[in-house]
């Protein structure tokens, strides 16, 4: 399978709206509305302990947004060249991964909640978990 020429900076951080209301505040996702894919799995990390990171991986095809559904929590993109930073912090932010690129998060504060919604269902083939590869594969 070849890696797409993705770039960190075809990444971005999109406000998918919130509704406020005395109640408390909603934020919807709803395929062919505001989100670039449709979603076919979701999943969240929760009570990562303290200094520890979680992702290290890219895809060959699968696309994310992620969330900060609670807490925050900063993800690092490389493109194999650049390396980006994003702190998500907000329920209502989703950053668009698109499929190409290494992904690590870090920083977890105490009670962070990361949602994640994919693309794809679950398929181990379409992960790259050695960096060097993934250098390799950019190339």
Known sequence: MKL??????????????KVNNDA??????????????EVKRIYYLY???SGEARGGHAHYELEQF???ASGSFDVILDDGVNKKRVSL????????????LWR??????SGSICMVLASHKYE???????????IKLKK
């Not at 408390?24 to 894919?37: A, K, L, Q, S």
């Not at 690590?104 to 504060?109: A, K, P, R, T």
């Open 124 to 134: 181990e083939s379409d992960y790259i978990r050695d960096h060097n590869e993934f």
């Open 4 to 17: 797409k020429a993705s770039t960190v900076y075809d990444c971005s951080v999109i406000d998918v709206s």
């Open 89 to 100: 912090n907000r329920p209502n932010l989703a950053l668009h991964i698109v499929p190409g």
């Open 24 to 37: 408390g505040n909603i934020t919807v996702v709803e395929n062919g509305h505001n989100i670039p894919f």
């Open 104 to 109: 690590e998060l870090d920083n977890f504060s």
């Open 47 to 49: 009570d990562v302990p």
């Open 66 to 68: 992620i969330i900060a």
